[in-house]
Antibody, heavy 125, light 110 residues
Framework: QVTLKESGPVLVKPTETLTLTCTVS??????????VSWIRQPPGKALEWLAH???????SYSTSLKSRLTISKDTSKSQVVLTMTNMDPVDTATYYC?????????????????WGKGTTVTVSS | QSVLTQPPSASGTPGQRVTISCSGS????????VNWYQQLPGTAPKLLIY???QRPSGVPDRFSGSKSGTSASLAISGLQSEDEADYYC???????????FGGGTKLTVL
């Protein structure tokens, strides 16, 4: 059974750095063409894609947040870590990680098939 | 403002067929595949449709997806009360070199 679990602080102060960990089970982060994505959702708002990392260590970041994000993985620990610097109250959201798999079709055909339950982060002094 | 445009709301009565549209551009839907996610209240999103029109195992065949040009649609037939949820389309955007979501459509079953 594939599961993903997000963990990290519930509360961070403005200007601090947020570190979130996604611990996966039921699959390996070294599986070919498999990856993990991070997505967030502010209260009452839409989903926002943040970043992904694949088994070959290929990484991509949201253009608007690229300067603040770093994604990495530790295959031996089955963990993917996302750090976000200079946190602001507008970054208050539920943060999800999701397994990312290749589908089929033209162009970019990856999709997020299994999601974690999410972890809620509040940014406040 | 989301890169992909969805109607904020949709509604239907039990048994009806409802469609939700997702409009994009040549750099996202026009070039790449579209995925749909269902988010029930207070829960994490769940994959509903991938690669434009593929259903993961366990998703009822009442749900179907299609894509034409720079737009995509999700159709739900035989609407049921448990379909009341938020629905999001998603795709990769070549210009942004990142994933993009629609703003979400809140489906109400009357």
């Amino acid at each position: 059974q594939v599961t993903l679990k997000e963990s990290g602080p519930v509360l961070v102060k403005p200007t601090e750095t947020l570190t979130l960990t996604c611990t996966v089970s039921g699959f390996s982060l070294s599986n070919a063409r498999m990856g993990v994505s991070w997505i967030r959702q502010p209260p009452g708002k839409a989903l926002e894609w943040l970043a992904h990392i694949f088994s070959n260590d290929e990484k991509s970041y949201s253009t608007s947040l690229k300067s603040r994000l770093t994604i990495s993985k530790d295959t031996s620990k089955s963990q993917v870590v996302l750090t976000m610097t200079n946190m602001d109250p507008v970054d208050t959201a539920t943060y999800y990680c999701a397994r990312t798999l290749p589908g089929k079709g033209q162009g970019y055909y990856y999709y997020m098939d299994v999601w974690g339950k999410g972890t809620t982060v509040t940014v406040s002094s | 403002q989301s890169v992909l445009t969805q109607p904020p709301s949709a509604s239907g009565t039990p048994g009806q067929r409802v469609t939700i549209s997702c409009s994009g551009s040549s750099s996202n839907i026009g070039s790449n595949t579209v995925n749909w996610y269902q988010q029930l209240p207070g829960t994490a999103p769940k994959l509903l449709i991938y690669s434009n029109n593929q259903r993961p195992s366990g998703v009822p065949d009442r749900f179907s997806g299609s894509k034409s040009g720079t737009s995509a649609s999700l159709a739900i037939s035989g609407l049921q009360s448990e379909d009341e949820a938020d629905y999001y389309c998603a795709a990769w955007d070549d210009s942004l070199n990142g994933g993009v979501f629609g703003g979400g459509t809140k489906l109400t079953v009357l």
